[in-house]
Structure formats: C-alpha cells, structure tokens
C-alpha cells in the first residue's frame, strides 16, 4: 500500500519554496507522519511537485549528508526543470508540457545530464487537448461542464 501526503513549502499562502530551508522542514514532516501512523522506517517514498514544487523535488534527491530525503526511491518533477539540483541516484521522471519551449528545455538538459551519470530518466510530454464540455465532463456535471466550456471560449482564454 502506499500512503500519500501533502507539504507547502514557503512561508505560506502563495509562496515557493526554499531550497535550503524546506528540504529539513519535508523531512521532518515525513518521520512525523510515519511515526504517527506506525509505518516502517524504511517505507519507500516517492516525490512529485509541480512548478516550484517540481524543482524543489529535485533538491530530495541530493545526498542524504547534504540534506536529501532518506528512503527516496523517485522523484516526478511536473512543468519544471532541476535547475542544477545534484541527485544521488534518484530515478526522475519529468511531465511537461513540449508547447513551453523554455521549460522543455530544461528538460532535455536535465535529462542529459541524468543519464550521462547513469541516473534513470524520462519523460512524459502532455500535448494540448481541446477544452470542451466532452472533456471538462469527465470531472464535472454535464450542464456544469457545457456552461464552463461556453464561458471560456466566449471569456477568450482558448486558443481556438
């Protein structure tokens, strides 16, 4: 089974995170959640962050002397490179979008890097999908989802 949980980094609402400083905070948070809930201290974990969170990943992944997440065994950076990140050998499977030519980038560099030290990388490319109420029904009511997709496009937020 797995046991999933949530952090913030920051100083709160609407903040990024600190490299430096919320690295210690996660691990923290993590042994707190594992000895509140009785879980092994080996347990496996596995991080995924999107935009500053996904760059903030990266820096679990250092060496444990240097402040890395114990027991880290993945790390899924979302629309975001590593920006220098050093990673002890943590697989890394990045999710962006090839649309955003700056963070594809990044990607390809990051990627590069990865695997010229034998680190396993990959990635996973997210393609534009029209937004309509087909789609937006899959997660919503269907007249919710029809009156959303007619107030976008008419708001002028669509490419098409």
Known sequence: GYLTMAVSGGRGWQSCWDSHRDTARVGRAVEYV??????????????????????????????????????????????????????????TLFVHMPRDTRTAARVRQDLKSLRAVGIQA?????????????????????????????AVQ???????
Do not use: W, Y
């Open 34 to 91: 594992r000895e509140e809930e009785a879980l092994p201290p080996g347990l496996p974990v596995f991080a995924i962050g999107a935009s500053s969170g996904g760059g903030f990943v990266g820096h679990l992944a250092a060496s444990i002397k240097s402040g890395g997440l114990p027991h880290l065994k993945c790390i899924v950076p979302q629309i975001m490179g590593l920006n220098g990140a050093r990673n002890r050998g943590i697989p």
């Open 154 to 160: 008419e708001a002028g937020l669509l490419d098409s």
């Open 122 to 150: 990959q990635e996973i490319e997210v393609n534009p999908v029209p937004v309509t109420a087909g789609l937006l029904s899959q997660c919503l009511p269907k007249h919710v989802a029809v009156e959303a997709a007619a």
